[in-house]
């Protein structure tokens, strides 16, 4: 029998994988496949369904809505939806992944209104963001983009940047950190490296990359170069948010880096049309559990493939992994990184070697700051 969370996070795509960018590392543009319809656009009734599913399912509860593009599902949709949320007293943090090229001040409002949470991806500066980040019409948005974030800024509106560690960014840590925190005037920033496999999501079992992805030398050069810049002049000041995991894991508090989870399963993904699917990561027909129209959450999570895939990482974790004195900070990371393989031949990361490096160098100076 299934036991509910403690908390639960889910992904909703109301716009499907519809965007009006075309990323050059982007997995979720080619997942339009996933549906059948052409409408791409969630309605409130899926979305109620999933609330009223929510509400006795989980001690706490948060939802991301992202894409594709969740602002081109247009805002009278969220004012509906966060309305309901609000009328029958259902207590959800949101959050908003967007490329910020579509708000503008109404939108912002709303967020400030409504606490949002807000994710803004970008790159870098302009230079090294339009390499990977170009729109369909091939237009710049960059300058609309930094327009909005200083309307966020103006608004109190509570953000943080959503940057990928790339092919062409990697080699220019100090422009990257310095230009959000020096120019922008940022104070919350994620760096999210780029393993792609070339098909896309879920378990990379050809071991073949997309161009995009980085080795695992460049991105441990990356962040311990960030690492060095945020120590020197911007602790308390900046929060860069693998740093903050790493402290939390020490004081052995919770956090919220789904891949540094001791199991998965607690971060799903709900399409347009009620999908739900085990991971945002494993949007793939053989993690289907089911669709929200037509089963409760508890029907959809009551049945063996979801059993396994929670139990996949806990379980198949290499005993390299385990044995490792930093295993209780990442617990392996994400089984879709798992394309390299250990001494015993069992998958483990592909960022392994470059984890225990960067814990190796940031560790004890993280662990006198905690003493402080």
């Given at each position: 029998?299934?036991?509910?969370f403690?908390?639960?996070?889910i992904?909703i795509?109301?716009?499907g994988?519809i965007?009006n960018?075309?990323?050059?590392?982007?997995?979720?543009?080619?997942?339009k496949?996933?549906?059948?319809?052409t409408?791409?656009?969630?309605?409130?009734?899926?979305y109620?369904?999933?609330?009223?599913?929510?509400k006795?399912?989980?001690?706490?509860?948060?939802?991301?809505?992202?894409g594709?593009e969740?602002t081109?599902?247009?805002?009278?949709?969220?004012?509906?939806?966060?309305?309901?949320?609000?009328?029958?007293g259902?207590?959800?943090?949101?959050?908003f992944?967007?490329?910020?090229?579509?708000?503008?001040?109404?939108?912002?409002?709303?967020?400030k209104?409504?606490?949002?949470?807000?994710?803004?991806?970008?790159d870098?500066?302009?230079?090294?963001?339009?390499?990977?980040?170009?729109?369909v019409?091939?237009?710049?948005?960059?300058?609309?983009?930094?327009?909005?974030?200083?309307?966020?800024?103006?608004?109190?509106v509570?953000?943080?940047?959503?940057?990928?560690?790339?092919?062409?960014?990697?080699?220019?840590?100090?422009?990257?950190?310095?230009y959000?925190?020096?120019?922008?005037?940022?104070?919350?920033?994620q760096?999210?490296?780029?393993?792609?496999?070339?098909?896309?999501?879920?378990?990379?079992?050809?071991?073949?990359?997309?161009?995009?992805?980085?080795?695992?030398?460049?991105?441990e050069?990356?962040?311990?170069?960030?690492?060095?810049?945020?120590y020197?002049?911007?602790?308390?000041?900046?929060?860069?948010?693998?740093?903050?995991v790493?402290?939390?894991?020490?004081?052995?508090?919770?956090?919220?880096?789904?891949?540094?989870?001791?199991?998965?399963?607690?971060?799903?993904?709900?399409?347009?049309?009620?999908?739900?699917y085990?991971?945002?990561?494993?949007?793939?027909?053989?993690?289907?559990?089911?669709?929200?129209?037509?089963?409760?959450?508890?029907?959809?999570?009551?049945?063996?493939?979801?059993y396994?895939?929670r139990?996949?990482?806990?379980?198949?974790?290499?005993?390299?992994?385990?044995?490792?004195?930093?295993?209780?900070i990442?617990?392996?990371?994400?089984?879709?990184?798992?394309?390299?393989?250990?001494?015993?031949?069992?998958?483990?990361?592909?960022?392994?070697?470059?984890?225990?490096?960067?814990?190796?160098?940031?560790?004890?100076?993280?662990?006198?700051l905690?003493?402080?």
């Amino acid at each position: 029998m299934f036991t509910p969370f403690d908390s639960l996070h889910i992904t909703i795509k109301p716009k499907g994988a519809i965007c009006n960018l075309s990323c050059k590392y982007c997995y979720y543009l080619r997942k339009k496949s996933l549906c059948n319809n052409t409408d791409f656009s969630i309605n409130l009734k899926t979305y109620i369904n999933l609330l009223e599913n929510l509400k006795n399912f989980a001690n706490r509860s948060s939802i991301t809505w992202q894409g594709g593009e969740p602002t081109l599902r247009g805002l009278d949709f969220f004012y509906e939806a966060i309305n309901y949320q609000k009328i029958h007293g259902i207590k959800i943090k949101n959050c908003f992944q967007t490329n910020g090229t579509n708000l503008n001040e109404e939108w912002v409002k709303f967020f400030k209104e409504n606490d949002f949470l807000i994710g803004i991806s970008l790159d870098g500066p302009k230079n090294l963001h339009e390499k990977n980040r170009v729109s369909v019409t091939h237009e710049s948005y960059y300058d609309k983009i930094i327009e909005n974030i200083n309307l966020l800024k103006k608004y109190g509106v509570d953000f943080n940047i959503l940057c990928t560690v790339n092919k062409e960014n990697v080699r220019y840590p100090r422009e990257v950190y310095e230009y959000f925190v020096n120019t922008l005037k940022v104070n919350f920033l994620q760096f999210i490296p780029i393993v792609q496999s070339e098909k896309g999501s879920g378990f990379n079992r050809e071991n073949v990359l997309n161009p995009q992805s980085i080795t695992p030398k460049e991105y441990e050069d990356f962040i311990i170069s960030v690492f060095d810049l945020w120590y020197k002049k911007d602790v308390g000041k900046v929060s860069v948010q693998l740093f903050e995991v790493i402290m939390a894991s020490w004081l052995g508090t919770e956090h919220g880096l789904c891949e540094f989870q001791k199991n998965c399963g607690q971060a799903l993904l709900m399409e347009h049309n009620g999908d739900i699917y085990a991971c945002d990561h494993f949007a793939e027909k053989d993690f289907l559990l089911g669709n929200i129209n037509e089963k409760s959450l508890k029907e959809l999570f009551d049945n063996k493939m979801f059993y396994d895939f929670r139990a996949y990482k806990r379980e198949n974790v290499s005993k390299e992994c385990i044995a490792c004195k930093y295993f209780f900070i990442c617990h392996g990371e994400c089984p879709k990184n798992w394309i390299v393989r250990d001494k015993e031949g069992k998958r483990k990361n592909y960022l392994c070697e470059s984890y225990k490096r960067i814990f190796d160098y940031t560790s004890d100076k993280l662990l006198a700051l905690i003493k402080r």
